[in-house]
């Protein structure tokens, strides 16, 4: 499996910060908000990452990251010339991903509880189709939704619905089998003229090869894409940080853990 960050977009919600910097470098408590994504990457084992960034972008990116040799790793970048949905990864990214199967993650997205990676071992074993997440939040209207039966099979997904089904949201977390690069290349772009990535789901679900794990209680997912949110984030690790004395998303530090280096 090959994984896909996704740090592309204007990151207006974030400017004036964004005027200058792309959001995805900007700090979350101690560390580049592209650790967390790219942390998460790894703990999936995922040793060949693709970051997509803006035009003009790469140069920064790689100076963090370079080639991700120090990981253990290998980091390869593309452009995504113009903000045309989160699906045209798979079409920008598409030689990179070859033949295999792929995770996506949005760079503006971080995940935290106890005992990921074997939460992420099994999204990764035996991927045929597609696994996404679903997670309870008290603003529905703002994301993705997948709403279940009595059986608690997903029935429809919805972007950002004026009356939702479900309270249930979808974390920019994804896993697909190879046929997500003709599913996201026979999409048509949606009235904001964007690729969507509700609609590859949506093509998972019709061909019945859509999984949906929840996610309980016991896991943080933290969007950071607004002002107050990035602060949220950064406050949150710098708690369990300080209290454990440990660190999230270290990347030295997990590639050593698996063995990368």
């Not at 798979?90 to 509880?113: E, M, P, Q, T, W």
């Not at 920019?172 to 772009?189: Q, R």
């Not at 904001?192 to 998972?204: C, H, K, L, Q």
Request: net charge positive; aromatic share 8%.
């Amino acid at each position: 499996m090959k994984g896909i960050i996704m740090a592309a977009g204007k990151g207006t919600r974030l400017e004036p910060m964004t005027k200058a910097i792309n959001k995805h470098l900007l700090p979350v408590y101690d560390k580049p908000m592209i650790f967390y994504p790219l942390s998460i990457l790894m703990l999936c084992k995922i040793k060949e990452v693709l970051i997509i960034v803006n035009p003009g972008e790469k140069e920064s990116f790689y100076k963090l990251l370079g080639d991700g040799s120090q990981y253990g790793i290998k980091i390869e970048y593309a452009v995504q010339e113009k903000p045309n949905g989160i699906g045209q990864a798979f079409i920008v990214g598409g030689d990179f991903i070859g033949k295999s199967s792929c995770a996506l993650i949005l760079g503006d997205n971080i995940f935290y509880r106890d005992s990921i990676q074997s939460l992420l071992s099994k999204s990764v074993r035996n991927l045929s189709g597609a696994t996404i997440f679903a997670y309870h939040v008290s603003d529905p209207k703002r994301f993705g939704i997948v709403n279940f039966d009595k059986k608690d099979k997903p029935i429809s997904i919805e972007e950002k619905p004026k009356k939702p089904k479900s309270s249930y949201a979808v974390p920019g977390l994804y896993f697909y089998d190879n046929t997500v690069k003709k599913i996201a290349s026979k999409i048509s772009p949606s009235n904001r003229g964007e690729i969507e990535i509700t609609d590859i789901n949506r093509e998972y679900l019709k061909m019945k090869k859509l999984k949906v794990v929840k996610l309980g209680r016991g896991m943080a997912w933290l969007d950071v894409g607004m002002p107050d949110s990035l602060l949220d984030a950064s406050s949150f690790i710098r708690t369990i940080e300080k209290r454990q004395g440990l660190q999230i998303a270290n990347l030295d530090e997990i590639a050593k853990s698996l063995k990368f280096i």
